[in-house]
């Protein structure tokens, strides 16, 4: 390969790894909005005090995750100018940055979300079993909460491996341009 198409190449790996990282930052502010939506909705229902204190926790712990997963993650593209070496490093970089993101996202968007879920879902199913009738209704709504806390879990597995495939081509291309 030649050196000029390998910059190419990098170049536009890099560029697409910056995308990527700006997606994942931005998406991580929907984790408040769901608590918040999910919140509202419990609050609307109606609720006893406890209730609205794990919303509260809920919805704080959801806010300081927004704040948490994009503190000092924003981080700048790659020069025009730059070379070979510097374009991989920047690579290496956002891929470092998108697995220490992935590796927060479980504890401060995803399980604020679960948590308000869990408030809101907990108290209905105590007055399934009290007045009966209640609960059944709640089976479709109770089947894709699992169904999305598993897809989450295989999406997670998924993008690992993605992770690994991005390294071992950072590893080929800088071997190739030793040679």
């Known amino acids: 390969m030649s050196t000029v198409t390998l910059e190419k190449i990098v170049r536009r790996r890099s560029q697409e790894l910056y ?11 929907v984790g408040p909005l769901t608590v918040a939506v999910v919140c509202w909705l419990g609050i609307s229902i109606g609720y006893n005090p406890v209730q609205f204190a794990v919303f509260a926790i809920a919805g704080a712990w959801s806010l300081a995750g927004a704040y948490v997963l994009n503190r000092g993650g924003w981080s700048g593209r790659l020069a025009a100018d730059a ?5 991989i490093e920047f690579c290496r970089k956002e891929i470092e940055r998108r697995l220490d993101y992935q590796r927060r996202v479980l504890l401060w968007l995803f399980a604020p979300i679960v948590l308000a879920m869990g408030a809101l879902v907990v108290p209905a199913m105590g007055n399934g079993f009290q007045k009966g009738g209640t609960l ?3 089976i479709p709504f109770l089947s894709l909460a699992v169904l ?9 597995s998924w993008r690992w491996k993605e992770f690994e495939r991005e390294i071992e081509e950072l590893d080929d291309i800088e071997k190739e341009s030793r040679l």
Do not use: D, N, P
Request: aromatic residues 10%; charged residues 20%.
């Open 83 to 87: 070379a070979l070496a510097t374009g």
């Open 148 to 156: 999305w806390i598993m897809g989450v879990f295989v999406i997670r």
């Open 19 to 29: 995308a990527k990282t700006m997606r994942e930052r931005l998406s991580s502010f």
């Open 136 to 138: 059944a209704k709640m």
